[in-house]
């Protein structure tokens, strides 16, 4: 059994930074790509950001500049620190990681229970 827990959702001003934290735990023999989604309300859920096993990034345009996407493979962790964030940056953030749990068997994804960020004006 593998779960992703998920740290860090606060209420922030605009213009000011976050760190969301996302680890893993269970039986895991190897992790693919990590990344975050997002969900506003009255929204449906949105890409945020990828990291790759190699550490190669990719970002939506809505965060690239402000946003960065970084993993610690030795604590099966990814982090999404956020700068300069403004109120349309107000949602759920949910983690997501592709694993493997054993030889042979295919990644399949797990995804985290979310975390609030809100953005006061």
């Known amino acids: 059994q593998v779960q992703l827990v998920e740290s860090g959702g606060n209420l922030v001003q605009a213009g000011g930074s976050l760190r969301l934290s996302c680890a893993a735990s269970g039986t895991i023999f190897s992790i693919n790509a990590m990344g975050w989604h997002r969900q506003a309300p009255g929204k449906q859920r949105e890409y945020v950001a990828v990291?790759?096993?190699?550490?190669?990034?990719n970002y939506a345009d809505s965060v690239k500049d402000r946003f960065t996407i970084s993993r610690d493979n030795a604590k099966n962790t990814v982090y999404l620190h956020m700068n300069s964030l403004q109120p349309e940056d107000t949602a759920v953030y949910y983690c997501?990681?592709?694993?493997?749990?054993?030889?042979?068997?295919?990644?399949?994804?797990?995804w985290g229970q979310g975390t609030q960020v809100t953005v006061s004006s």
């Open positions: 990291i790759g096993a190699n550490g190669s990034t």
């Open positions: 997501y990681m592709a694993i493997v749990t054993g030889i042979q068997v295919p990644a399949r994804f797990y």
